[in-house]
């Protein structure tokens, strides 16, 4: 099946610093990303959808400024966390459905391994 | 997009059937009904979904209620490896998924 990956798997970086992540689909193209944060023993929350060629849209209370997104070609998404802070040390895991068949009917979505940020 | 609600946790035994239940009364009529699960610290693995008929995969089967306000996640012989949290939502035509807080499943060897 298809194939998402993200690099870098996990990363610590200092407070304060910019933390790049990426996520690719490596067989198939995607115009449509998602990204989403999960916190120890808690559920996935959507952040924002990647648009290829266009902004990307965020959900409620996530601070766009904050959590850059860029989705520069049909297989690549990044997410940059600017001016992290430990409380945004999480597991960030991007997405990208299948294609809708013809007939318009939903297709399954691809997860990513996930990225795990740590920052002190 | 509709709210699902699934027990917190359930508890299977080795090669025994695990039926998984999922509400969803609020669901509209395009919705979909999809199922994910999730291992420690891996991303989550599509299960499977469906519109309206049952649904078969290799993986497990869909039994979709007739007012599609509920459905249920058969895994016909529970293993080990099928011990994660299992995520019912359902989505319309924007592919944007929901997770809530899914069902913790055990199994017992």
Redesign the interface.
């Known amino acids: 099946g298809a194939v ?1 990956s ?1 690099h870098p798997s996990w990363v610590i970086c200092k407070s304060g610093t910019s933390v790049k992540i990426e996520c690719r689909s490596l067989d198939f193209q995607a115009t ?1 990303m ?1 990204w ?1 944060r999960q916190f120890p023993k808690q ?4 952040m924002a ?1 990647s648009n290829e060629g266009s902004k990307a849209t965020y959900e409620q209370g996530v601070e766009k400024d904050k959590f850059l997104i860029n989705h520069a070609s049909l297989t690549l998404s990044t997410l940059t966390v600017t001016s992290a802070h430990p409380e945004d040390s999480s ?1 960030y ?1 991007c ?1 990208a ?1 299948e294609r809708r068949t013809s007939s318009g ?10 990225t ?1 940020l740590t920052v002190t | 997009d509709a709210k699902t609600t699934q027990p917190n946790s359930m508890e299977s035994n080795e090669e025994e059937p695990v039926h998984l239940p999922c509400n969803h009364s609020t669901i509209s009529g395009t919705d979909y009904i999809h199922w994910y699960r999730q291992l420690p610290s891996q991303g989550p693995e599509y299960v499977i979904h469906g519109l309206t008929s049952n649904v078969n995969n290799r993986m497990a089967s869909l039994a979709i209620a007739e007012d599609r306000k509920s459905s249920t996640l058969i895994l016909h012989r529970a293993t080990l490896r099928d011990a994660a949290v299992y995520y019912c939502m359902t989505g319309g035509a924007t592919n944007k998924l929901i997770f809530g807080t899914g069902t913790l499943l055990a199994v017992q060897p």
């Open positions: 998402v993200q449509t998602f989403y559920s996935l929350m959507l959808t597991f895991i997405s459905p009917k939903a297709g399954e979505q691809y997860f990513g391994p996930g795990r």
